[in-house]
């Protein structure tokens, strides 16, 4: 007897600084994944901040939204 697990990638292109934007995105994909019957979602990383932090990092705007 052999389990398998389904993954699915999440290949979406989130915009840089906007994790409320983002994280509705990843949602729909989870969402989306698991009506496929995946049991794990993969999305990229950093995908939630947008990738390239800079100096995002430094905001406290960002640093917030990132502890949220």
């Given at each position: 007897?052999?389990?398998?697990?389904?993954?699915?990638?999440?290949?979406?292109?989130?915009?840089?600084?906007?994790?409320?934007?983002?994280?509705?995105k990843a949602v729909a994909a989870r969402r989306e994944a698991?009506?496929a019957g995946a049991d794990l979602i993969i999305f990229s990383?950093?995908?939630?901040?947008?990738?390239?932090?800079?100096?995002?990092?430094?905001?406290?705007?960002?640093?917030?939204?990132?502890?949220?």
């Amino acid at each position: 007897m052999t389990d398998k697990l389904r993954i699915a990638l999440a290949q979406l292109n989130p915009v840089v600084g906007d994790i409320a934007g983002n994280v509705e995105k990843a949602v729909a994909a989870r969402r989306e994944a698991a009506l496929a019957g995946a049991d794990l979602i993969i999305f990229s990383e950093l995908f939630l901040s947008g990738y390239p932090p800079e100096d995002l990092v430094l905001k406290p705007a960002f640093q917030r939204a990132a502890m949220a």
